[in-house]
């Protein structure tokens, strides 16, 4: 029986389901309605080993239930089997997609593509948080590299196996449920894959003061390394009492003409950087403060300080403000799927698994502790062998 | 990042690395109503902050209209 057969049933809502999916797509079908422990469910059962309406046969061949019709569909394999002009631009289905170019990501596709995997990698720029940082010390095999060398390596490395990529634009949706899953970027295209690892990464936490967003780039600065060079001879201040903050200080000292730090609580970042950045002459310490503002129309002028102490508010006068209060998890688009801990990281088994099936994650967007490149790296390389994993299982 | 894009696109360019060059980063703070934050892409008489590859794009078009000079 050449042609797409469906065996149905009345009352089963995935038969009515997978019936008005076929007429929807304009698919013709031949329809076999059977009754409980009829002949036509004998012979349901003979050809596709199933009891479970609606069943469908492409060809004669079994190809499953309502489900499968709908991935078969998805794929492009039903218009290939059923000899139909291919629907639209067919897209094409990829075994795996990588949603960010941090060291997890491209280890991850490294790994992949040494698999074979047909891989695409999303991501609005390679290198991650890496790029923010100027050099890396702790790399096993590199005692001391600058980040940007150690990113081209990376890169060039997983270029060599020559993967998909899409590099400049960010993910804005996402169904990860269904067995084919969906990501669509930011150029508005949807693509296709048999699994996704997720790479996202950390960002900057926001201190959520009035005036901050406004004047991002206009003086609010979340990267000391990146964008120190830009307030050269200007005042500054620093908010965070942490390493990154101290570092931030340390990296102004030689260009900016004062800075001023703000931390709210006492200074909490490494005593041996702490005591270098309490040399410095043009440095001058607020503990205890909460800055409550940045002031500025077109670009920042200055920032309100609050004593937690007395309560008194005081103003600074500043060009550059350098927020380093910390990190927020990537994973604004995954919470409503995926399991996050409290501080919003995917949670995720030995495996890199999600809990979501065929949905991996790695990487400092996960709960595992320590955010350092060589644990990101190796959980992307984990992750990767997981998927690989996965889709054998899934043949 | 922006620069690898327009040097595929075959685009002329020039590069101000105003981390080391003081008038050329008055001149971007000047042009882009303050921008403290790199890079600042300058296009015909549009100005972009950051890197925004549709946006640049749309922006290239202004050059293939005025090809022939």
New interface residues.
């Given amino acids: 029986m050449e042609g797409l057969t469906l065996y149905s049933m009345d009352g089963c809502p995935f038969c009515i389901k997978a019936k008005s999916f076929l007429k929807e797509k304009g698919i013709e079908f031949s329809e076999i309605v059977m009754h409980p422990w009829s002949k036509e469910w004998d012979e349901m059962k003979e050809k596709t080993g199933s009891d479970l309406p609606p069943q469908i046969l492409i060809n004669n061949e079994p190809a499953g239930g309502y489900s499968e019709l709908i991935n078969l569909h998805t794929t492009g394999e039903l218009s290939e089997k059923l000899g139909l002009a291919a629907r639209g631009q067919s897209a094409p289905l990829y075994d795996a997609i990588i949603i960010g170019g941090g060291p997890a990501g491209l280890n991850a596709a490294l790994y992949t593509s040494r698999k074979v995997l047909k891989t695409l990698l999303i991501s609005k720029n390679i290198g991650g948080q890496v790029a923010d940082t100027y050099d890396i010390d702790n790399y096993l095999g590199f005692s001391q590299i600058e980040t940007a060398d150690l990113i081209k390596k990376f890169y060039e490395h997983v270029e060599k196996y020559g993967i998909e990529k899409l590099i400049g634009e960010q993910v804005t949706a996402l169904d990860l449920t269904g067995k084919v899953k969906q990501v669509t970027a930011g150029n508005g295209n949807t693509y296709l894959s048999k699994t996704v690892i997720i790479a996202t990464g950390k960002r900057p936490r926001p201190l959520n003061v009035p005036g901050e967003k406004e004047l991002i780039g206009r003086g609010v600065a979340y990267c000391s390394t990146c964008d120190a060079p830009l307030f050269f001879g200007a005042d500054v201040a620093v908010i965070g009492g942490g390493n990154s903050a101290l570092e931030a200080v340390i990296d102004l000292n030689k260009i900016a003409n004062k800075i001023y730090m703000v931390s709210f609580t006492p200074l909490t970042g490494d005593q041996i950087i702490q005591d270098k950045v309490k040399s410095y002459s043009k440095v001058k310490i607020y503990t205890k403060y909460e800055t409550i503002r940045v002031i500025g129309e077109q670009t920042v002028e200055g920032i309100e300080i609050k004593s937690l102490e007395t309560g008194e508010v005081s103003s600074l006068d500043v060009e550059g403000v350098f927020i380093e209060i910390g990190l927020l998890p990537n994973s604004d688009l995954f919470i409503d799927t995926h399991a996050t801990n409290r501080h919003g990281e995917i949670e995720i088994d030995y495996m890199c698994r999600t809990g979501v099936a065929g949905v991996f994650a790695c990487g400092d967007v996960t709960n595992v502790p320590f955010k350092q490149v060589i644990i990101a790296a190796g959980e992307g390389a984990k992750a990767a062998l997981a998927a690989h994993d996965y889709l054998i299982s899934q043949r | ?1 922006a620069k690898e ?1 327009l040097s595929q696109k075959g685009i002329e360019y020039t590069a101000y690395d ?3 060059d ?1 008038d050329a ?1 008055k001149e971007m ?1 000047g042009i882009s ?6 890079p600042v892409i300058s296009v015909c008489n549009d100005v972009m ?3 925004d ?2 946006r640049l794009e749309q922006s290239l078009n202004c050059l293939n209209q005025s090809s022939e000079i």
Wanted: net charge positive; hydrophobic share 45%; aromatic share 10%.
């Fill in positions: 990042m894009f105003v981390s080391k003081r980063l703070m109503g303050g921008a403290r934050s790199v902050v950051g890197f590859r549709n």
